[in-house]
């Protein structure tokens, strides 16, 4: 079978001294007449190097692990394997957070709790060490106390509104589908003035959020739950506390879109596998960010209800 690969179109492969080292480039270059043995022997030769050289491209290519190198596979395979870490612990925590239910008691918070403060203090040991060495532990880490979270906060939402747990779930699937699929067909990237109008509105939305979280806490459950947005004012006949949620939603969206070109730069840049751990983790925190507010959002549109 011939070799058809392009880059034997090369000059290299056609000059006229490589053909005459090349084994058995006295006859191809017309040098003389050779013996039959000769021949025969060249032609041998021939065939094992060119058998040789369809066994290299036949192959496949060097991937993360040959490599040691970051890719966009690699680092899928990598979120996807985190996702499964938490989607395991979530489970923990719901069947946890269920168990002490009945008659006369609620839900156990104790998953919640833990979940929340554990990933919230693993995160910022991963965010400030990273920049030194990247420990997976540590990933693995944040990822089973985010399932605790997930799985306890999901299961009480879904005791006082049944169903809402699905509903929370198809939509943040929709709404990271619709972004990948928007940034891979190259519809939608992230630029400079869009990120710096992202960071202010950031810094706005975390003080918003921990004056509105003081205000959950001191606020018995049923009346004022989600703090000011619970507050029973309207725009166009909208919750304020839902018109908030879904620029929080936009917000957790474009965080989305500099996930993607932050793994597509450290892809190019040939950054070390292991920073694929990284793009991992920065996904699942979008990710679960972006759970949480549209859980929210539908608890207040069905306690409105």
Same mark, same amino acid.
């Given at each position: 079978?011939?070799?058809?690969?392009?880059a034997?179109?090369?000059?290299?492969?056609?000059?006229?001294?490589? +053909?005459?080292?090349?084994?058995g *480039?006295?006859?191809?270059?017309?040098?003389?007449?050779?013996?039959q043995?000769?021949?025969?022997?060249?032609?041998a030769? $021939?065939?094992?190097a060119?058998?040789q050289? /369809?066994?290299?491209?036949?192959?496949?290519?060097?991937?993360?692990? /040959?490599?040691?190198?970051?890719?966009?596979? $690699?680092?899928?395979?990598?979120?996807?394997g985190l996702?499964?870490?938490? #989607?395991?612990?979530?489970a923990? %925590?719901w069947?946890?957070?269920?168990?002490?239910v009945?008659? &006369?008691?609620g839900?156990?918070?104790?998953?919640w709790?833990i979940g929340?403060?554990?990933g919230?203090?693993?995160?910022l040991?991963?965010?400030f060490?990273?920049?030194?060495?990247?420990?997976?532990?540590?990933? @693995?880490?944040?990822?089973?106390?985010?399932?605790?979270f997930? %799985?306890g906060?999901?299961?009480?939402?879904?005791?006082?509104?049944p169903?809402?747990v699905?509903?929370a &779930?198809?939509?943040t699937l929709? +709404?990271?589908g619709? &972004? #990948?699929?928007l940034?891979?067909s *190259?519809k939608v990237?992230?630029s400079?003035?869009?990120?710096?109008?992202?960071?202010?509105?950031?810094?706005?939305y975390?003080?918003?959020?921990?004056?509105?979280?003081?205000?959950?806490?001191?606020?018995?459950?049923?009346?004022n739950?989600?703090g000011?947005?619970? /507050?029973?004012s309207?725009?166009?006949?909208?919750? =304020?506390?839902?018109?908030?949620?879904?620029?929080?939603?936009?917000?957790?969206?474009?965080?989305?879109?500099?996930?993607f070109?932050?793994i597509?730069?450290?892809?190019?840049? *040939?950054?070390?596998?292991q920073?694929? =751990?990284? %793009?991992? @983790?920065?996904?699942?925190? &979008?990710v679960? =960010? #972006?759970y949480?507010?549209?859980?929210?959002?539908?608890a207040?549109?069905? *306690?409105s209800?």
């Amino acid at each position: 079978m011939a070799l058809n690969n392009p880059a034997f179109n090369n000059p290299a492969f056609q000059d006229e001294k490589a +053909v005459r080292s090349y084994p058995g *480039g006295a006859q191809a270059a017309g040098l003389g007449a050779p013996t039959q043995a000769a021949t025969t022997s060249h032609m041998a030769t $021939d065939a094992a190097a060119q058998a040789q050289l /369809e066994g290299m491209y036949a192959a496949p290519a060097a991937g993360a692990v /040959e490599t040691d190198r970051m890719t966009v596979e $690699d680092t899928v395979w990598k979120t996807v394997g985190l996702f499964a870490i938490l #989607l395991v612990t979530a489970a923990v %925590g719901w069947v946890w957070t269920m168990s002490t239910v009945s008659p &006369t008691t609620g839900p156990n918070i104790l998953p919640w709790i833990i979940g929340m403060i554990g990933g919230f203090v693993l995160s910022l040991v991963v965010i400030f060490t990273s920049r030194k060495k990247i420990r997976p532990g540590l990933i @693995f880490g944040y990822a089973a106390f985010e399932g605790l979270f997930v %799985g306890g906060i999901s299961a009480f939402f879904e005791m006082i509104w049944p169903g809402i747990v699905l509903q929370a &779930t198809l939509a943040t699937l929709a +709404v990271v589908g619709v &972004t #990948l699929a928007l940034f891979a067909s *190259g519809k939608v990237r992230a630029s400079k003035r869009a990120t710096k109008v992202f960071m202010v509105a950031m810094i706005g939305y975390l003080v918003f959020s921990l004056i509105n979280l003081g205000l959950m806490f001191f606020t018995p459950v049923g009346d004022n739950a989600f703090g000011l947005l619970s /507050e029973p004012s309207f725009l166009f006949g909208i919750p =304020w506390g839902v018109l908030i949620g879904i620029f929080v939603v936009i917000m957790a969206a474009y965080s989305l879109v500099l996930d993607f070109d932050s793994i597509q730069r450290g892809v190019r840049n *040939g950054a070390p596998r292991q920073y694929g =751990w990284l %793009g991992g @983790f920065g996904i699942m925190v &979008t990710v679960v =960010w #972006l759970y949480i507010e549209i859980l929210r959002i539908l608890a207040i549109l069905r *306690g409105s209800n």
